[in-house]
């Protein structure tokens, strides 16, 4: 282990003795989501305020390379990182915490997946400081038992809560609570107990972290209540031995701090709030919790009660934009557009998955309102860069949209609040009701929520003008200023490292110390100089005014350009989809002829055998006929000569016995007998001359008959 620590920092052309690690549990770092922004954002803090540490992240991104992944950063966030001081440690066990290992107990399956995972990371580097960035609280006993390093969190959104609960108890249908377990008093009781155990080792897990950050006041809020959690029974088994080992030496956390997620708005907010189509922009990722299917019925029933969004010279479009992970986010994808075809919504949806930044830019540089439907949004940057960028939010009634972003100022309303299909439907209709003055005067606060990772963005809120003579300018309002929460210290005095710099190492990424703090004020104060600087320089330039009005013409010629190379590809795919499917239908079709040939020669065999065997059959008919009447005319032939042999001997008989008592009278009637007699034999003669002249008939007319069906057969055959 510590020749792979030697080599990795031979590698970053670092001195060992001298420098620091700071690990980040991240296993999906390349996913390019508002997680990922805090994370990237996190480590290009600590690189340009830290030298002396070199931060690692352990990341199941095994089909990517750290190049890459810095490049993709880049891309995605603009966000620069010094690969001298950035490394990777590659997983190759990441299925284990994937939803699609675990079909049931899936929140117990995943964090033994994540304890495994973590197993793997300790295995392969140990850091001076462990911090997980995805949620994964049960790795904190695994790191701490394997390696006595403090551990810390930041956590967006909890893996369980009192409100997981609370519909698990009220039996109510969700996401993660299905409709066979709802339906049933045993499976909800069941369910319950389970989630209660599961709710007391997640909060032993998060006790024992050093430092906890939130991205909210509504995940604060849950933490601390899950800090507080508490069981009679399983407090009663963890006084017993070795239930006691899995507590960390580090762990004296009590509540949990807010940061609140970096939103880089330097760009965004630059955009003209004039000239907008009438689009509905969805930015997030493709997961269950987002909850799309809800965006397209709300959609639909918008189009349903309001026909004329359908009106074809400029219709209403709903554009959702997100990442996709795997192939449970593609089969998402997939789903989404079977219903959007069911909904009939196919004319006005259009789905742009793994999106580059320059692609989001265009479209929320294009729409006009932003939506998101995910209940309990943890925070929402999403919610962030839709007001930044001029759009007017329709959040889900809860979570960081209702209690942090989309709130009131200066008593005015600055979006919209839903939690209904025709809620959503509604407050759509509303913001596009809205005249352009009315539009225009809505303000975009942006106070501390904004920035509680530097982002270098800018830290005063844009704001819409109100002065219909100048709609395209925005006014800068100064609410609280720059506000950085004071972050939970590390108070375990005792854990010295042999370098020294370990503690403010902890201070420093724990609650990015004081030291960061005064960069950040004095980094505010030069963005602020800059503004006004650059505000003189435009009334300096007035002159080039022409010249700013072409550059925005080819700016946005190029944005048309680079959307006409989308569709354009698009189409392509289509065409080579199409394509490739003709290619296949053919084959198919060679396929089923060939199929057919084979049937119909099939077919005349049968057929030919068919012939065959009825000739056969007629063959034998016609012997067994024949053999009939041969039998007849033998019997006949055999009567009649049996009664000429009788009748001649009886005449002898007849003759001897009667010639002396009848010799006259046999004289005078044997010539009438005689002649009698003789007509007698003439006609035997004559029958038996008939029976075998009909005999050579019947044989000449079967052979006869023989031939003709021979013939008939082999007419068929040719």
């Known amino acids: ?166 519909r698990v108890k009220s039996r109510k249908k969700w996401h993660t609570n299905s409709d066979v377990i709802s339906s049933s008093t045993f499976l909800s009781q069941s369910k319950l107990l389970y989630y209660r155990v599961f709710m007391y080792y997640y909060a032993l897990s998060l006790k024992s972290a050093a430092f906890i950050m939130v991205n909210s006041s509504w995940t604060q809020n849950h933490i601390n209540e899950i800090l507080q959690y508490s069981d009679v029974l399983l407090d009663t088994l963890h006084r017993i031995i070795p239930f006691k080992l899995i507590h960390s030496k580090y762990g004296s956390v009590t509540s949990a701090q807010i940061v609140y997620p970096p939103c880089d708005t330097r760009e965004i907010s630059q955009f003209p709030l004039t000239g907008r189509d009438r689009v509905i922009l969805s930015l997030a990722q493709f997961r269950p919790e987002k909850d799309h299917p809800t965006q397209l019925r709300a959609f639909s029933r ?121 809620a959503f439907a509604e407050a759509l209709h509303s913001a596009l009701s809205l005249s352009t003055d009315e539009d225009l005067a809505m303000p975009i606060p942006q106070s501390d929520t904004a920035s509680g990772l530097r982002d270098d963005s800018n830290v005063d809120g844009p704001q819409r003008s109100s002065d219909p003579k100048t709609p395209e300018k925005r006014q800068f309002h100064k609410s ?80 048309h350009s680079i959307k006409v190379e989308e569709d354009l590809h698009r189409y392509r795919e289509q065409v080579t989809r199409v394509q490739q499917e003709l290619r296949d239908a053919r084959i198919q079709i060679e396929s089923l002829q060939q199929e057919k040939s084979a049937s119909e020669r099939e077919v005349e065999k049968i057929r030919v055998a068919n012939l065959e065997l009825q000739s056969k059959f007629r063959s034998y008919q016609a012997k067994e006929q024949g053999r009939e009447e041969g039998l007849k005319s033998g019997m006949l032939k055999q009567f009649h000569e049996n009664r000429q042999y009788i009748w001649e001997a009886g005449f002898s008989d007849g003759f001897e016995e009667g010639s002396e008592a009848g010799f006259k009278e046999g004289n005078r009637k044997g010539r009438k007998e005689g002649v009698r007699e003789g007509r007698e034999q003439g006609r035997r003669e004559e029958r038996r001359n008939a029976l075998e002249a009909f005999d050579r008939f019947i044989r000449e007319e079967r052979e006869g008959e023989d031939d003709r069906e021979v013939s008939r057969a082999l007419s068929i055959r040719q």
Request: aromatic fraction near 8%; charge should be negative; hydrophobic fraction near 40%.
């Open 302 to 422: 918008l189009l349903k009660d309001r026909p004329e969004y359908i009106n074809p010279t400029r219709p209403v479009k709903l554009v959702l934009i997100g990442g996709s992970r795997n192939a449970d986010d593609e089969a998402r994808v997939q789903n989404l557009r079977s219903l959007a075809k069911d909904l009939n919504l196919e004319k006005n949806i259009e789905f742009v998955v793994n999106a580059p930044y320059p692609t989001v830019l265009n479209w929320l540089a294009e729409a006009s309102i932003g939506l998101s439907t995910m209940v309990d949004e943890h925070f929402g940057i999403n919610v962030v860069e839709f007001m930044a960028a001029g759009l007017i939010p329709v959040a889900h009634k809860s979570g960081g949209p209702l209690q942090d972003i989309i709130v009131p100022f200066q008593g005015q309303p600055t979006g919209y609040h839903a939690d209904s299909v025709e």
């Open 480 to 559: 609280k200023g720059y506000h950085r929460p004071e972050h939970h210290k590390h108070r375990d005095g005792h854990h010295q490292q042999r370098r020294p710099s370990i503690s403010s190492i902890l201070d420093e990424v724990g609650s990015f110390s004081e030291q960061d703090d005064r960069l950040s004020f004095e980094t505010h104060r030069a963005d602020e100089a800059i503004s006004r600087a650059e505000y003189a320089e435009t009334r300096l330039k007035d002159a080039f005014e022409r010249l700013t009005e072409a550059e925005e013409a080819r700016s946005q010629s190029e944005i």
């Open 1 to 166: 282990m510590l020749g792979f620590r030697l080599d990795l920092m031979r590698k970053l052309g670092r001195n060992p003795e001298s420098q620091a690690l700071v690990g980040f549990f991240h296993p999906y770092c390349n996913a390019g989501g508002g997680g990922e922004r805090v994370l990237w954002t996190a480590i290009a803090a600590i690189q340009r305020t830290e030298p002396n540490i070199v931060t690692i992240v352990y990341s199941g991104d095994t089909d990517a390379t750290k190049d890459e992944i810095i490049s993709k950063v880049k891309a995605r966030f603009d966000i620069t990182l010094d690969p001298e001081a950035l490394d990777f440690v590659f997983l190759s066990s990441r299925r284990a915490i994937e939803d699609s290992t675990w079909r049931y107990f899936t929140l117990l399956g995943q964090s033994l997946g994540s304890m495994y995972l973590a197993w793997e990371a300790m295995s392969k580097l140990i850091p001076d400081l462990y911090i997980d960035t995805m949620g994964y609280a049960f790795t904190f006993h695994i790191v701490s038992l394997l390696t006595g390093i403090p551990v810390g969190a930041y956590v967006h959104y909890p893996t369980i809560s009192t409100s997981m609960l609370n």
